[in-house]
């Protein structure tokens, strides 16, 4: 199983949620349980319409944690 990277956002209205490895696939929600929640279930379906479509998978890119200063 791959773990790929997510980047969270906060906007006015909740938050927002991409997976830069998984272009196109994202979620919104009003908290950050439900976008995450959200966006399990987003990133389950987008690799799975790969695997029917017989896209290659992407390696999972590597982040580190990055703080503002």
Request: proline share 7%; glycine share 8%.
């Amino acid at each position: 199983m791959n773990k790929f990277p997510v980047l969270f956002e906060k906007s006015s209205t909740g938050y927002g949620a991409y997976a830069p490895d998984l272009p196109g696939c994202v979620a919104t929600g009003r908290t950050l349980e439900e976008t995450r929640a959200r966006m399990a279930k987003a990133m389950e379906m987008h690799l799975h319409s790969m695997r029917e479509d017989g896209d290659t998978i992407p390696e999972p890119s590597h982040f580190e944690l990055l703080e503002a200063v």
